[in-house]
T-cell receptor, first 115, second 116 residues
């Protein structure tokens, strides 16, 4: 079984300051991990993914995430927040090797960026 | 590349009617598509997995007779909400698994269904 826990339901930062969105996962198999972003009333956009290559993954729009197996974490970071980053962020896990391709979503973190 | 479209983007219908939502992969082939449901301010819940040319696999608690899924081609899956009721009002999102990829899903923009 797999699960994802996003530790913060809401994060508020000032424009230009760093962003940290926390995610812990649980997986019986080697996981693939993703971060998706959803703007209001929009679909989901893939920010980045980890699939057992480099543990530090760089994504779009300056975001990156580090896979830490010992801590079962996959936190999302960005050095400097922009107003356009305000959105809902989902940490997602997929279990490779099970044949089942379905994704398990975290509960989401709403990022608010203050001017 | 890897664009997924949904049609319609929003629909309002009367209780008891049926509504069909289309999900298309525009520039790639997708042997597997997924349908999700998202309630306001909540996460996405997987409803079913749709495989081209075979029956869909439904998640526990999802009524297959109410949510009919057809995946007739490598670029199109449809979700039909039959005899819709107000509690079926939700945001429905599809995703497509790129055949050449291991497990990256590309999501459609979603369809907002409102049942009066």
């Amino acid at each position: 079984a797999q699960s994802v826990t996003q530790l913060d339901s809401h994060v508020s930062v000032s424009e230009g300051t760093p962003v940290l969105l926390r995610c812990n996962y649980s997986s019986s198999y080697s996981p693939s991990l993703f971060w998706y972003v959803q703007h209001p009333n929009k679909g989901l956009q893939l920010l980045l993914k980890y699939t057992s290559a480099a543990t530090l993954v760089k994504g779009i729009n300056g975001f990156e995430a580090e896979f830490k197996k010992s801590e079962t974490s996959f936190h999302l970071t960005k050095p400097s927040a922009h107003m356009s980053d305000a959105a809902e962020y989902f940490c997602v896990v997929s279990e490779r090797g099970t044949g089942r391709r379905a994704l398990t979503f975290g509960s989401g973190t709403r990022l608010q960026v203050q001017p | 590349g890897a664009v997924v479209s949904q049609h319609p983007s929003w629909v309002i219908c009367k209780s008891g009617t049926s509504v069909k939502i289309e999900c298309r992969s525009l520039d790639f082939q997708a042997t597997t598509m997924f349908w999700y449901r998202q309630f306001p301010k909540q996460s996405l819940m997987l409803m079913a997995t749709s495989n081209e040319g075979s029956k869909a696999t439904y998640e526990q608690g999802v009524e297959k007779d109410k949510f009919l899924i057809n995946h007739a081609s490598l670029t199109l899956s449809t979700l039909t909400v039959t005899s819709a009721h107000p509690e079926d009002s939700s945001f429905y999102i599809c995703s497509a698994l790129q055949t050449s990829s291991t497990d990256t899903q590309y999501f459609g923009p979603g369809t907002r269904l409102t049942v009066l």
